[in-house]
C-alpha cells in the first residue's frame, strides 16, 4: 500500500508554565516566554490548514529537530552546527517523529467565546476580534454533566395485557400441541379376531414417446433432435476493463519533530471490472422419453396375493411396482382395520386372534398376534 503526501500542517504545543497554546515553530512560549521543553509532545490544532509559506514548508521538510548536546538549544533538522553556540550537532538529539497524531482536521472548527469580552472567533485566532484580548490560553475541557437518572418507564395497561394475551396464546398453542402428541400416541391393547383381508398389487406400464423440451445447446442430451433456438443471456461474468483507480484511506497527521506534521493518505490501486453478458444458445429440442401409459392392478381378500399379468408391445416396458396389504378384525367395540407390510399380513389367518394397539382417536397404530 502506498503512502500519499498531502501537504504539510502547523501543529500546537502547551506551555507548562502558563497553559498556553503555541504554534509548533516557536520556540519559546508566546505569553510567558519561558522556552519550549525538549520533551515537547505536539498537538493537532482544532483547525488544521495546509502551509503555503516558502520558509515554512522548508523548515517542515527538513525533518525532525535537533537539540545540541552542549546548550540545549533547539535547531532545525538540517542546521550542522548550533545557531546558539555553534557546536557541531552531530552529537544532537533528535526528536521524536513519525507518530500518527490523528484524523487531518480540515473541516472549520468550533469558535471560540473571548474570555473577556464574550464575542465569537476563530478557533485559531490569537487574539480577539472585538477587544484584543488574548485568546492563546489553552481552553478547559468542558465538564461533562452527570448522567441524568433515567425516568420510570410506566407500562400502559393495554400494552400489559397485549403482551399477556400474546403470552396466553403462546401458552395456549403449547398446551394444544402436547395434549394432541399425547392423545396420538397413548394407546389401550384391545383384543381382535381377524374376520377378513384385501391386499392389492400394481405394475405401471411405461412407453417411449417423444417429449419437447428448452436447454442450453451444450447441455442437451446426445440423441436429441433440435429444434428452433434463441440467443439468450447464459450467465454474467466480472471482466477488467484495462482500467485501474486509486482508492485511498481517511488523511491522517503525522508528526514530524519540527513543529510540523505531514498529512497523508494511504492508498492502493484497484483494477477496474464491470460486468458482462455472456449469451449462449438456448434451444428446443424433441426426444424419446419413457413415461407411463397405463397400470395393471390385481385384487383380492386372500392371502395368496399375486402380481397382474401384463402384455407389453415392441416400445413398452414394466415401470414401478406398488403393493397394498390391509387386515380386519373384529373387536368388542366394532370392526377394526390395520394396513401392514406383506410379512404381517401373511400372518393374518382368519380366525387369529390379534392384540391391536388403539389411540384415543380409535386408530389402530400397531398389532401383534397372541402367541
Sequence with gaps: MAQKDLGYVELEWTCLNCDTRNPGSKKTCLSCGMPQPDDVKFEQPAQEQLITDEAKLAQAKAGPDIHCYYCGARNSGDAKTCTQCGADLSEGTKRESGQVLGAHKDKPAKQIDCPACGTPNQANAPKCVQCGASLIKKQPEPIAPPPAKPMPVKKSRAGLFGMAGIGAILLLFCALAITLFVLFTRTE??????????????????????????????????????????????????????????????????????GFGKVVQDCRTEDIKEDVDIYADSCQYTIDVWQEVDKKTERGNDLSPRWPNISLRGSQREGKRSEDYECIFNTESGQQSYSTNQNTFNQCQIGSRWILKVNTFNIVTDIEPIQ
Design 189 to 258: 391393547d384391545i383384543s381382535g379376531t381377524v374376520a377378513g383381508v384385501s391386499w392389492s398389487r400394481t405394475i405401471a406400464i411405461e412407453e417411449l414417446a417423444p417429449v419437447t423440451r428448452e436447454d442450453w445447446r451444450d447441455d442437451i442430451p446426445a440423441g436429441a433432435v433440435i429444434g428452433t433456438c434463441t440467443e439468450k443471456v447464459h450467465h454474467t461474468e466480472s471482466r477488467s476493463t484495462g482500467r485501474t483507480r486509486e482508492i485511498c484511506g481517511t488523511p491522517y497527521t503525522v508528526d514530524t519533530g519540527s
